[in-house]
C-alpha cells in the first residue's frame, strides 16, 4: 500500500469523509475531471460544451436561459461557452418566434459531427460506470438522487 492510498484511506474514514455532502462533491470532481480529459482527447471539447450539446441535441434548438435552467449551471459560464461555440461555428443561434428578446441555439453541420466524435467513448464511459452495480444497485442509486433532490428542494422553499 502506498502513502497516496494511506492518505485516501484515511481521507474516506475520518469523519469528514462520512459527510455525504463532502463524498459527493468528491467523486463529482472526480466524474468531471475524468470527463474533461476524455472530451479534449476525442473531440476537443469541455464538459460544459458537451452538455450544451447533449440538451440541444435532446430538445432541439433552445434558448440559452433554458440551457441555464435545465443544467442548473452558472449563467455566466453558460453564456460565455455559448459565444465561444457561436464564434468556433459549432451552434448557430437563430430568432426566437416565441420570444423575440431572445434567440434560439442549434448545432451546426461541425458540431454535430464534432459531437458525433465523442459520443461513443461517452457511453462508454456511462456503461462502465452503470456496469459496475446490478440493476438493483442502480434503481437504488437513482432513488436515493431523487429523494436528495426533493430533500434539497423541500430546504429550499424553507429558506
Avoid at 452538455?51 to 432541439?60: E, K, S
Avoid at 440559452?64 to 461555440?85: F, G, L
Wanted: net charge neutral; with cysteine; glycine share 4%.
Amino acid at each position: 500500500m502506498t502513502n497516496s492510498d494511506l492518505d485516501e484511506e484515511k481521507l474516506l474514514t475520518a469523519p469528514l469523509g462520512s459527510l455525504l455532502t463532502f463524498r459527493i462533491s468528491r467523486l463529482n470532481s472526480q466524474l468531471n475531471a475524468q470527463a474533461n480529459r476524455l472530451l479534449d482527447a476525442t473531440a476537443g471539447l469541455t464538459l460544459t460544451q458537451w452538455r450544451i450539446f447533449a440538451l440541444i441535441d435532446l430538445l432541439g434548438p433552445i434558448p440559452a436561459a433554458e440551457i441555464v435552467r435545465r443544467s442548473n449551471s452558472d449563467k455566466a459560464q453558460i453564456s460565455r461557452t455559448v459565444a465561444r461555440m457561436l464564434a468556433d461555428g459549432l451552434l448557430e443561434a437563430a430568432p426566437n418566434r416565441a420570444d423575440q428578446r431572445s434567440t434560439v441555439l442549434s448545432m451546426t453541420p461541425l458540431g454535430r459531427a464534432t459531437v458525433d466524435k465523442a459520443r461513443t467513448a461517452m457511453r462508454q464511459r456511462q456503461q462502465r460506470l452503470l456496469g459496475a452495480m446490478t440493476e438493483a444497485e442502480q434503481a437504488t442509486l437513482f432513488a436515493c438522487f431523487d429523494k436528495l433532490d426533493s430533500v434539497i428542494a423541500d430546504m429550499e422553499d424553507e429558506a
